[in-house]
């Protein structure tokens, strides 16, 4: 049956997890990746998204980053609470690890699937994890000195601020996030493309208004986010939003690999 199969394949891409050649590892999480749709919710959690966690600590670089895009899908395809949290663990996990997070390639694939799955996230999600995420790493942007990965990285990050526009969000979120955010992403665009300064100027001035309009105390926009703007706060609010649910992550990924 079909049932069957699925089983089968799934057990045969379990055992090829631990494979010594990476590339069989890489093909073994396309495959999975291929499999979450057509699997129901009790597969994903306890066959599906364990395997994923296991590739996300894998040895070999390429394939832990190769799984960023695929924890993405299962937001987009999910809405069980119980698997989105393990996923949120798994990317504040990736932010966690300073030699992973401050590869370029995580910056990017990051960056890109933050703006795929922009439109499906939960706004918490987003002011807590995303949003951060996304500042700090334009203001680690600013001091990038290869100006092709600068720009790069600006490019892809305005991808994904013009995606996260279109949001709802909090006033606190805008004003210790986004907005700052945006800032350092308009330090980037002015240097290396000053054509797209507008572009960002009217976002910007767009959630400036809403901002003003929407302050609880009715007072006016005062200060300079830069001043007070700190990549490692940032991070340690991503850190404690989520690690309550660290040590559960942990503990299925030693599981999988001791299968």
Avoid: W
């Avoid at 680690?140 to 991808?159: D, G, H, M, P, S």
């Avoid at 990549?231 to 001791?258: W, Y």
């Amino acid at each position: 049956s079909d049932v069957q199969f699925q089983d089968s394949l799934l057990n045969v891409l379990r055992d090829s997890l631990t494979n010594a050649n990476s590339q069989v590892r890489l093909c073994t999480l396309q495959l999975f990746h291929a499999a979450l749709q057509h699997n129901d919710r009790s597969t994903l959690s306890s066959k599906i998204l364990p395997a994923l966690i296991t590739l996300a600590s894998d040895d070999d670089v390429t394939v832990r980053i190769a799984t960023i895009a695929v924890f993405g899908s299962i937001i987009v395809h999910c809405s069980e609470l119980d698997i989105l949290e393990r996923v949120y663990s798994q990317f504040q996990m990736f932010d966690s690890d300073p030699k992973f997070r401050d590869e370029y390639h995580t910056h990017v694939e990051m960056i890109k699937t933050f703006t795929h799955i922009a439109p499906h996230v939960e706004s918490k999600f987003q002011e807590d994890f995303i949003l951060p995420y996304l500042a700090a790493t334009a203001s680690q942007n600013n001091q990038q000195q290869r100006e092709t990965k600068r720009l790069e990285t600006a490019i892809y990050l305005f991808e994904a601020y013009s995606a996260l526009s279109c949001c709802f969000h909090s006033v606190e979120s805008l004003q210790n996030s986004f907005l700052p955010g945006l800032y350092c992403l308009r330090s980037d665009f002015a240097q290396l493309r000053p054509d797209h300064v507008a572009v960002i100027d009217s976002i910007t001035k767009d959630l400036e208004n809403k901002l003003e309009l929407n302050r609880p105390d009715g007072s006016t926009l005062i200060g300079n986010f830069s001043s007070t703007f700190n990549q490692e706060n940032l991070r340690g609010r991503m850190l404690n939003q989520f690690s309550n649910l660290r040590d559960s992550t942990a503990r299925i990924t030693r599981f999988m690999k001791k299968k």
